[in-house]
C-alpha cells in the first residue's frame, strides 16, 4: 500500500522524452450511437491526462521511460459491442482497460475481466472506472480487479438529499430516470434517504424510461407539470438530461433540478435563465471550487481545447491516471496484480490531491473522497468566474462534503490478489 500520493497538479516538468514501449489505455466507451458525446468528452479528459504524464517525460518503470497510450474502442453504448471490444483489447495484450458511461456496461466488462484474468494469469488486465456508479459494482459484485475513480450512487444521492433538506421551497419532487440498474439504483436510493432524511417532502412521481431512446420529452415533462412537483431528481446523462432539460425550458415548466450531471454537456445551454437559481449539480469538483492547483490545470485544459463546445472537465480523469502512474511506478512493472497491490489503500491528501484528500478503499476499491454540491449561476455572479462550455452560465458552490463523511458502508467480501 502507498501512504502519501504525490500528484503533479503544477505544469509539467520534462524529464526527456519517453522511449520505452507504449503502456496502453484501452478505453471501451460509445464514440457512436446516442450517448457518443459522452465517449468523445471522456476520452478528451484522458488524452489531456496522459498528454500531461508524457510531457514530463511518462512513466518510470525499471530504468526506462514509457509513455502511455490511449486506445478508443468503440461500443456503441451497448453490452455485446463492450465485450467485443473487450476481447479486441485482451487479443492486443493491452494491460488496463477504462470504462465508465453505462454500469450495465461496466457490470458486464467486470465479469468478463474476472473470467479472463482467472483462465489467462499470463497476461490479466485491470479495470478502471471512471464513472458507472451503480453501488452493487464495489459492493457484492466487487472484484480485486476493479477501481471505482467515481462516487457511486448512494454517495451522491446522499449529498443531494443535504442540499434538498436545506432548501425551503422544495416540497415534492417527481424522480425521473433512465431504466436501467444505475437509474433503478437513482430512484430507490432517492426514496429510502428522502423517507429517513427529509420525510417532509413528498414524492408525487416514479417514472424510469428507456435509455437513449426518448426524442422527445415533452409527454414526460407534462406529466412532471400535472403531477403538482415542484422539485425532479435525475441521474439522466448525456442526450437524455438535455433533451429533458430542453422539453422543460420549452414547455415553461418552471421546476428545480436536482441532478447528477447538470453540469456540462448541453443541459446549461439548454436550461439557459430558467436554470438560474434551480438547478444543482453533485461532483467531486466544478471549475468554481477550489484548490487553485486544480483551477490550473483546468485553465490548461481549455487552452488545450479552446472549443467550448468541448469544455466538459472531469478532475476525477486526473487523480484515475495519475493514481495508476504512481501504482506503476511503485510496482516498477505493469503486472495488473502487481499495480493493483499498488492501487488498493492509496491515498492522497491535502495539496497532494486535486481536490482534497482521496483514498481507494482497500475493503472494496472504491474512490473515497469529497463531494461539492452546486447551484447553476451566471456567470460573473459571487463565485462563478468560469462558465461552462460557453454558455454563460457556471455553478457556485452550495455545500462541500469532506471525504470523512462522503463514505458508505460496502458489503464486499474483497477476494485475495493471485500469489
Same mark, same amino acid.
Given at each position: ?22 503502456? /496502453? ?12 458525446? &459522452? ?25 526506462? /521511460? /514509457? ?50 484474468? =482467472? ?5 490479466? *488486465? ?87 431512446? *426518448? ?38 415548466? &418552471? ?17 439557459? =435563465? ?20 486544480? =483551477?490550473?490545470?483546468?485553465? =490548461? ?14 478532475? /476525477?480523469?486526473?487523480?484515475? *491516471? ?26 492522497? &491528501? ?21 463531494? *461539492? ?47
Amino acid at each position: 500500500m502507498i501512504g502519501a500520493l504525490a500528484l503533479s497538479l503544477a505544469a509539467p516538468m520534462a524529464h526527456g522524452a519517453p522511449t520505452g514501449e507504449p503502456i /496502453r489505455l484501452g478505453m471501451i466507451e460509445a464514440f457512436s450511437g446516442p450517448f457518443a458525446n &459522452t465517449g468523445e468528452a471522456v476520452a478528451r479528459n484522458l488524452n489531456f491526462a496522459i498528454e500531461r504524464v508524457n510531457a514530463r517525460g511518462g512513466v518510470r518503470v525499471g530504468n526506462e /521511460r /514509457r509513455p502511455l497510450q490511449l486506445q478508443l474502442l468503440d461500443s456503441k453504448g451497448q453490452v455485446e459491442e463492450a465485450l467485443l471490444m473487450f476481447r479486441r483489447a485482451t487479443d492486443a495484450r493491452v494491460p488496463f482497460v477504462l470504462q465508465g458511461n453505462s454500469s450495465a456496461v461496466a457490470a458486464a466488462l467486470l465479469d468478463a475481466v474476472d473470467k479472463w484474468n =482467472e483462465r489467462t494469469p499470463a497476461a490479466r *488486465v485491470l479495470f478502471l472506472n471512471y464513472s458507472a456508479v451503480d453501488p452493487a459494482l464495489t459492493n457484492e459484485r466487487c472484484s480485486p480487479w476493479h477501481f471505482r475513480f467515481d462516487a457511486h450512487v448512494e454517495m451522491r444521492m446522499a449529498a443531494l438529499v443535504e442540499a434538498l433538506r436545506a432548501d425551503a421551497a422544495v416540497k415534492s419532487v417527481y424522480l425521473l430516470n433512465q431504466d436501467y440498474s444505475f437509474g433503478q439504483q437513482v430512484a430507490a436510493t432517492a426514496r429510502a434517504m428522502l423517507g429517513e432524511r427529509a420525510p417532509h417532502i413528498a414524492i408525487v412521481g416514479d417514472e424510469l424510461h428507456a435509455p437513449g431512446r *426518448v426524442r422527445d420529452f415533452a409527454p414526460i415533462v407534462a406529466k412532471i407539470r400535472a403531477s403538482g412537483a415542484d422539485t425532479v431528481i435525475t441521474g439522466n446523462w448525456g442526450n437524455d438530461l438535455t433533451l429533458l432539460v430542453r422539453a422543460a425550458r420549452e414547455s415553461g415548466l &418552471t421546476v428545480g433540478f436536482y441532478t447528477f450531471y447538470a453540469n456540462g454537456l448541453g443541459a446549461p445551454a439548454a436550461l439557459g =435563465e430558467a436554470g438560474v437559481g434551480r438547478t444543482v449539480a453533485v461532483a467531486e469538483w466544478h471549475p468554481n471550487a477550489a484548490p487553485p492547483d486544480m =483551477e490550473r490545470v483546468y485553465v =490548461e485544459f481549455r487552452q488545450r481545447f479552446p472549443d467550448p463546445r468541448d469544455d466538459y472537465f472531469q478532475a /476525477r480523469t486526473i487523480l484515475m *491516471v495519475e493514481m495508476l502512474v504512481r501504482a506503476i511506478e511503485a510496482a516498477g512493472t505493469t503486472d495488473a496484480a502487481a499495480v493493483a497491490r499498488r492501487l488498493s489503500g492509496m491515498r492522497a &491528501t491535502g495539496a497532494d490531491s486535486p481536490y482534497g484528500a482521496v483514498e481507494m478503499r482497500a475493503a472494496d476499491h472504491q474512490l473515497i473522497g469529497p463531494l *461539492v454540491v452546486s447551484m447553476m449561476a451566471r456567470k460573473g455572479e459571487p463565485g462563478v468566474r468560469f462558465d461552462v462550455e460557453g454558455s454563460g452560465f457556471g455553478f457556485r458552490t452550495l455545500t462541500r462534503i469532506d471525504a470523512s463523511h462522503t463514505a458508505r458502508p460496502t458489503t464486499c467480501r474483497m477476494p485475495a490478489l493471485p500469489g
